[in-house]
């Protein structure tokens, strides 16, 4: 489907979301993708998916239904509907403490420390060492064993987060390695 329809059902969504469940436009526009269509005839629909957490709604012309079910998995549980719900002053609150989380591990001893062994397991990274675990697991069995050996920096880390959770911690501290890759991508186009 071209870009301008897209748009359309995208200014369609975003009105009935707002109208129907109270839904911040601003968060359906970041948080949702167009699946395509489903049905036939008078029955098709466009679907929309949350990119996180794989919550589809169905759009029939200017009505949008939430599909509390999909499969074996419930979706739409009341948190991730408040989500949707949040003020303009919520988002902006949410990606400011995202964005602080991204520069205090760019700078913290953890990271430093770690970064040229966490951008080894990428294969867009000149340092690419082949045969290992993907970055995500790496980055998982770091964690493991620093916590293994009571590493004061990964102690720190974890504090500063407000976090434990090896997942999560995982995940921050891989965000930095890709904005490293890209600026490796730019300098050697240039």
Not at 156 to 173: I, P, V
Request: glycine fraction near 4%; include cysteine; charged fraction near 25%.
């Amino acid at each position: 489907m071209n870009p301008a329809k897209i748009n359309e059902l995208f200014d369609l969504l975003r009105a009935a979301c707002a109208r129907q469940f109270r839904f911040n436009p601003r968060r359906v526009t970041a948080g949702m993708r167009y699946v395509g269509k489903e049905g036939h005839g008078k029955d098709m629909v466009h679907v929309f998916r949350d990119a996180s957490t794989h919550s589809q709604i169905a759009l029939d012309s200017t009505f949008a239904t939430l599909r509390e079910k999909h499969g074996e998995k419930p979706h739409w549980t009341e948190a991730e509907k408040a989500r949707y719900q949040q003020s303009d002053a919520e988002i902006d609150a949410e990606i400011a403490a995202k964005q602080a989380e991204f520069d205090y591990t760019l700078t913290s001893p953890l990271y430093l420390d770690h970064k040229a062994q966490l951008l080894a397991h990428y294969k867009d990274w000149p340092g690419y060492q082949p045969g290992g675990p993907n970055p995500r697991e790496a980055a998982r069995l770091l964690i493991a064993a620093l916590a293994e050996a009571n590493d004061a920096r990964l102690t720190a880390f974890a504090e500063r987060m407000g976090s434990q959770d090896t997942e999560h911690l995982a995940h921050l501290l891989l965000a930095p390695c890709h904005l490293e890759i890209e600026a490796n991508q730019v300098a050697r186009a240039l």
